[in-house]
């Protein structure tokens, strides 16, 4: 799967393929950089963190114990894994995910036959001793990556000593986190007075559970945050006037189901106000029903693979939160969606009134090359290209990072090309937006600067 370009598209992706990547949100792990160690496996780099990867091969009734999901590293097989990952590779025929793994195999690892079965036990040992030569630790290939940074997601309870290893490091890489409090935002939860205890101060009120946030927040800015991360499923924003009881009532373990959710709602207001006060910027991610595999869940735990979409009402669940303070250009908001429909119907129109929203590029099912043109088609003409947020990758997959914003540079490519043979807009306005989409708009949304 190659996203073949030509004429004006392959000028214009010439002139903004090589930029640097900037990755603003996504789930790399911290670790790889602080200890800089070479990765396990194959197995363990390819298959087994990537549920794209691995919820495929269960849709075709794999097991995912086979996969060496929910093992300890210890107990896997991780030649078995990659063996039967290799013998299902037709699978993945038409999926983003093939575009990203042979980008991967052809220029990443520079793989010297083609994936298969029969060749799946030569290209592991291949794999394998790649990944224990000095350039393919993580600190080298984030460096042949021209990464100009990369943005880690940490629950509002991380210790974050793996970012303050870096930041005391000489290495120049730019590893930061974001600020993801959900486990301590959402009553329903069920670990959310566990995760309370682990806020690092004593919580019994209301102000003493807002002082903790702030504490939190601050530690991330100061170790080089710019951003908070938030997840809904069913969006629904508001403020309580009586939140104080009410988090009186969910401590005492009294609160109900409605109560417990629109606490929820008022603390997305409340991070919107924090926001405010200390610069972070708010990403929104709504509409995904999680866990909806509720044997898997049981069994081996939450981002299995069965997160499905849902509608999404984003003018009434974000009503609230915008009248209070998305007039204020100050405060940023940049929103992700599975409901693709809602992009012409509210997104798009939203952002385009709205000085705080942003919109972020194709999520998740959506990041590939028909889900990026549908993309431009349903929010350029009302929202306009600068109120998108650019792009970033949101992956787990360390080497899929290059994979996938090159293929957001094709299609931005093949979108401004199109643009100019309908006659809307010049080669020259078109060359001074690729670079914007590919690079620029997801340094100024994020507050990232320029390198």
């Known amino acids: 799967m190659v996203v073949r370009l030509t004429g004006q598209a392959a000028s214009l992706y010439e002139g903004i393929r090589d930029l640097p990547i900037v990755s603003p949100h996504g789930h790399c792990d911290p670790a790889w950089f602080a200890h800089n160690q070479p990765f396990q496996d194959p197995a363990e780099l390819l298959v087994v963190p990537d549920h794209y990867v691995f919820r495929m091969l269960y849709s075709q009734g794999i097991s995912l114990e086979d996969l060496g ?184 373990g009294q609160a109900s189901d409605a109560e417990r959710a629109s606490f929820y709602g008022h603390m997305l207001c409340v991070m919107a106000e924090m926001s405010l006060e200390d610069g972070l910027v708010m990403q929104l991610h709504a509409g995904s029903r999680r866990n909806t595999n509720q044997v898997i869940f049981e069994q081996f735990g939450r981002d299995k693979g069965a997160d499905i979409p849902v509608r999404t009402n984003w003018v009434l669940g974000l009503e609230a939160l915008l009248n209070r303070v998305g007039n204020d250009p100050r405060f940023k908001l940049i929103v992700f969606t599975l409901d693709e429909a809602s992009y012409a119907r509210e997104l798009a129109p939203m952002a385009g009134h709205w000085p705080c929203l942003r919109l972020g590029p194709p999520w998740w099912f959506h990041d590939s090359a028909a889900g990026i043109a549908r993309y431009f088609d349903q929010v350029v003409e009302t929202a306009g290209y600068f109120n998108l947020a650019g792009f970033n990758d949101d992956t787990r997959a360390f080497l899929s990072i290059p994979a996938r914003h090159d293929l957001w540079r094709r299609g931005v490519a093949l979108h401004l090309a199109g643009q100019i043979e309908k006659g809307f807009f010049d080669l020259n306005n078109a060359r001074a937006l690729a670079p914007a989409l590919a690079v620029d708009l997801a340094r100024k949304a994020y507050n990232l600067g320029a390198s």
Do not use: C, M
Request: charge should be negative; proline fraction near 6%; avoid cysteine.
């Open 69 to 252: 999901i929910g093992q300890p590293a210890s107990a896997r097989d991780p030649r078995a894994i990659f063996r039967l990952f290799a013998q299902n590779w037709h699978l993945f025929l038409g999926t983003p995910s093939r575009f990203w793994l042979q980008y991967v195999f052809d220029n990443t690892l520079k793989l010297s036959k083609t994936l298969s079965f029969g060749t799946s036990d030569y290209l592991y040992d291949e794999i394998a001793e790649r990944l224990q030569s000095p350039e393919f630790k993580p600190r080298a290939l984030f460096e042949s990556f021209n990464i100009e940074v990369l943005a880690t997601t940490d629950a509002a309870t991380d210790p974050l000593e793996h970012h303050n290893a870096l930041l005391e490091d000489p290495w120049q890489g730019r590893v930061i986190p974001t600020f993801r409090p959900d486990g301590v935002l959402d009553p329903s939860d069920p670990e959310f007075r566990t995760n309370l205890q682990n806020l690092g101060s004593e919580i019994d009120s209301y102000a003493s559970y807002l002082a903790a946030l702030r504490g939190r927040r601050a530690a991330f800015i100061e170790l080089g945050a710019t951003a908070s991360d938030h997840a809904i499923e069913a969006l629904t924003t508001g403020y309580l006037e009586d939140a104080s009881a009410v988090f009186e009532r969910i401590l005492q």
